[in-house]
Structure formats: structure tokens, C-alpha cells
């Protein structure tokens, strides 16, 4: 699974960007029981899951987002998106695409290129 993210970009403290991601390649992993979402990495900190949506539309979000973030993604499309409103100086970071497929796959997470976000005055 190929997987292109755009979007990223420099927004002041309070304001919003959408990223997204469009996952290409495997017909058997696009529609298998997956599940796309973001992870960012600041600078000297490890990756971390910033949300995450199944096919069937469950989503989990870090504590952090919620409120401001919105996950969402066209299953036709195989594309998610990030909506991410109120951004704080905090939020900034590379954020990387990521697919998941289902265990019964011998390869189950691939990732996008990495966009990055900054939040600043």
C-alpha cells in the first residue's frame, strides 16, 4: 500500500489546516477490515497516534486532539482526513499517514512520507 498525504503547513496559534491521505496499491488490503489515521513526531519526541478510523467508521483519539481534531475518511476514495481546528503551538510536528491492515496480512502498517505542521506566531 502506497499512501500520499498533503495539506501540511504554517498556521498561527487558534487556527485550522486539513491534511489527507489517499492509500493506492493492494485491492485485497484497500478492502480488507483496515484502518487509516495520523501519527506526528516532534522534534526529539517519539511518534505518537494522534487518531485513528476503522472502515465502519470507529475512531480513537489521543487525549490531547480531542475536541479540536476531527478524523474522517472516504472508504470509495480510500482517504482519510484530519481536520484540526484550534491548533496550538504544541501540535507541531511531522505528521505521517498511516494504514493498517488486518493481522491475517503478513505486513500490516504502512506509512505516508510525513507532512509537517507548524504552529506559530
Known amino acids: 500500500v502506497q499512501l500520499q498525504a498533503s495539506g501540511g503547513g504554517l498556521v498561527q496559534p487558534g487556527g485550522s489546516l486539513r491534511l489527507s491521505c489517499a492509500a493506492s496499491?493492494?485491492?485485497?488490503?484497500?478492502?480488507?477490515?483496515?484502518?487509516m489515521g495520523w501519527y506526528r513526531q516532534a522534534p526529539g519526541k517519539q511518534r505518537e497516534l494522534v487518531a485513528h478510523i476503522t472502515v465502519g467508521g470507529i475512531t480513537n483519539y489521543a487525549d490531547s486532539v480531542k475536541g479540536r481534531f476531527t478524523i474522517s475518511r472516504e472508504n470509495a476514495k480510500n482517504t482519510v482526513y484530519l481536520q484540526m481546528n484550534s491548533l496550538k503551538p504544541e501540535d507541531t510536528a511531522v505528521y505521517y499517514c498511516?494504514?493498517?491492515?488486518?493481522?491475517?496480512?503478513?505486513?500490516?502498517?504502512?506509512w505516508g512520507q510525513g507532512t509537517l505542521v507548524t504552529v506559530s506566531s
Open positions: 498511516n494504514f493498517r491492515a488486518p493481522p491475517t496480512f503478513r505486513r500490516t502498517d504502512f
Open positions: 496499491g493492494s485491492i485485497f488490503m484497500l478492502n480488507s477490515n483496515n484502518s
